[in-house]
């Protein structure tokens, strides 16, 4: 838990995912449509994957993956992602934590 606490604190945006998850491919390219360079850490490539999986598993995150950290706390997945995008909240969020300028 302490290296995702590490792993999240560092950038502005974090997404959790995995290359084999189509839902993880709509969320990158939701903020990289934005202009925003997400940290983007793909659980089946890294060295402890599925130990940051267990770790997001245990702070209430399911499913898993796509997972998405702004300013270092916890949105949700792809469902409270879109949520935000469609109330027109996810780029004032952006904004707010400097992910996005525009």
Known sequence: MEKLQKMISKKSVVIFSKNSCC???????LFLDFGVNPTIYELDEINRGKEIEQALAQLGCSPTVPVVFIGGQLVGGANQVMSLHLNRS?????????????
């Open 23 to 29: 839902m993880s491919h709509t969320i990158k390219t």
């Open 90 to 102: 996810l780029v004032p969020m952006l904004k707010r934590v400097g992910a996005l300028w525009v």
